[in-house]
T-cell receptor, first 111, second 115 residues
Framework: GENVEQHPSTLSVQEGDSAVIKCTYSDSASNYFPWYKQELGKRPQLIIDIRSNVGEKKDQRIAVTLNKTAKHFSLHITETQPEDSAVYFCAARSGANNLFFGTGTRLTVIP | GAGVSQSPSNKVTEKGKDVELRCDPISGHTALYWYRQSLGQGLEFLIYFQGNSAPDKSGLPSDRFSAERTGGSVSTLTIQRTQQEDSAVYLC?????????????FGPGTRLTVL
């Protein structure tokens, strides 16, 4: 089955700086890569996703890049704000299979 | 519209007792997933109901865990003879159809504490 690895496990940045979270996957058939944000005590919520037929997708301050050859994808948050503090999970899926999640990154934005 | 709901929100039980956790997916969603999240940990996959196909039970950690989905809607996760290591937040999610590019919507979770 799919194996998704995520780094770093924790990340602290100063407000206004950028944050980058990286994930690798093992199944070359995976074609869908969502990112979820989980605030403390809340449910995970989708913030952005990318399909295997594109290399980059942006939505305001967040962007995701995908390198299919290397089987890795990354989340980029620019101009970080305190409300960006949360745990972020990457995930990967092929076809109708289950989503496989990374182990999460706890992002802390220091005001 | 209404999102995914779960009940109870909190459950405290004694070691050895059985518990049932309920998930109400978004109406019309044919795919339903259960995950377990231990304190400060990631999302551990448990089971996946994929429409009319046989469920993917590959994530269930032991035979004490089982789940069913009646009528293609509500799902119940049952843990028999609970152990302290079963303490965690159990999250349910649903999507319109299985797999593909479909977003999974999560419920608020049930926090299970086994004393």
């Amino acid at each position: 089955g799919e194996n998704v690895e995520q780094h770093p496990s924790t990340l602290s940045v100063q407000e206004g700086d950028s944050a980058v979270i990286k994930c690798t996957y093992s199944d070359s058939a995976s074609n869908y890569f969502p990112w979820y944000k989980q605030e403390l005590g809340k449910r995970p919520q989708l913030i952005i996703d990318i399909r295997s037929n594109v290399g980059e997708k942006k939505d305001q301050r967040i962007a995701v890049t995908l390198n299919k050859t290397a089987k890795h994808f990354s989340l980029h948050i620019t101009e970080t704000q305190p409300e960006d503090s949360a745990v972020y999970f990457c995930a990967a899926r092929s076809g109708a299979n289950n989503l496989f999640f990374g182990t999460g990154t706890r992002l802390t934005v220091i005001p | 519209g209404a999102g995914v709901s779960q009940s109870p929100s909190n459950k405290v039980t004694e070691k050895g007792k059985d518990v049932e956790l309920r998930c109400d997916p978004i109406s019309g969603h044919t795919a339903l997933y259960w995950y377990r999240q231990s304190l400060g940990q990631g999302l551990e996959f448990l089971i996946y109901f994929q429409g009319n196909s046989a469920p993917d039970k590959s994530g269930l950690p032991s035979d004490r865990f089982s789940a069913e989905r009646t009528g293609g809607s509500v799902s119940t996760l049952t843990i028999q003879r609970t152990q302290q290591e079963d303490s965690a937040v159990y999250l349910c999610a649903s999507s319109l159809v299985p797999g593909g590019y479909n977003e999974q919507f999560f419920g608020p979770g049930t926090r299970l504490t086994v004393l």
